[in-house]
């Protein structure tokens, strides 16, 4: 079956420190993946999307970049962290016409 | 742009109660529409899904059918538990078009606390 996860789970950062999540999927192959962010009372925003290897759409124009260095591998990316980076940040995959997500990863930035 | 609207919450209800969460859309064309549902500290999860006109999509007690003449997809469960406390989230995804790929457009979330 396919799964998808991600990791870490949560992450205490501090302001300016470079940031690393990675996310994979198990059991497929060419996926189309994506990062979503849930920023506190707000609704999710899509940050980036990608539909192969180092093909990645940038949605929003941020501090953030990602990269897909495998076909089932999704890495967002940061050098320098703001305030306003934090979050909680969903993977997702898409297979057929439903996107399912990972576990999030919850980001304070401090 | 295609849009999502759903209700504003918190909605309360007590055990029991009969749960309404309404949810309209505008898009072009004929999106596939969802709900999601995020339970405290998780990530969001699938509830269910509907692909074309009047298609009922139904899980755990929900259902929400696809009206396309009220553009709506409202979700209704009959009898709430308080395991159902969450945050429901609708969605739209416009498959067959270019762009974002198959993106999903949310509503903003609508958040539930059920009492025992």
């Known amino acids: 079956s396919q799964t998808i996860h991600q990791w870490p789970a949560t992450l205490v950062q501090p302001v300016g420190s470079p940031l690393s999540l990675e996310c994979t999927v198990e059991g497929t192959s060419n996926p189309n993946l994506y990062w979503y962010r849930q920023a506190a009372g707000r609704g999710l925003q899509l940050l980036f999307y990608?539909?192969?290897?180092?093909?990645i759409s940038s949605e929003v124009p941020q501090n953030l970049s990602a990269s897909r260095p495998q076909d089932r591998q999704f890495i967002l990316s940061s050098k320098k962290l703001l305030l306003s980076d934090s979050g909680f940040y969903l993977c997702?995959?898409?297979?057929?016409?439903?996107?399912?997500f990972g576990e999030g990863s919850w980001l304070t930035v401090v | 742009g295609d849009s999502v609207t759903q209700m504003e919450g918190p909605v309360t209800l007590s055990e029991e109660a009969f749960l309404t969460i309404n949810c309209t859309y505008t898009a072009t064309g004929y999106p596939s529409l969802f709900w999601y549902v995020q339970y405290p500290g998780e990530g969001l999860q699938l509830l269910l899904k509907a692909t074309k006109a009047d298609d009922k999509g139904s899980n755990k007690g929900f259902e929400a059918t696809y009206r396309k003449e009220t553009t709506s997809f409202h979700l209704e469960k009959g009898s709430v538990q308080v395991s159902d406390s969450a945050v429901y989230f609708c969605?739209?995804?416009?498959?067959?078009?270019?762009?974002?790929?198959?993106?999903?457009?949310f509503g903003k979330g609508t958040k539930l606390s059920v009492k025992p």
């Open positions: 969605a739209l995804s416009r498959v067959n078009y270019g762009g974002s790929q198959g993106n999903l457009i």
């Open positions: 997702a995959w898409r297979p057929g016409n439903t996107i399912y």
């Open positions: 990608s539909v192969g290897i180092g093909q």
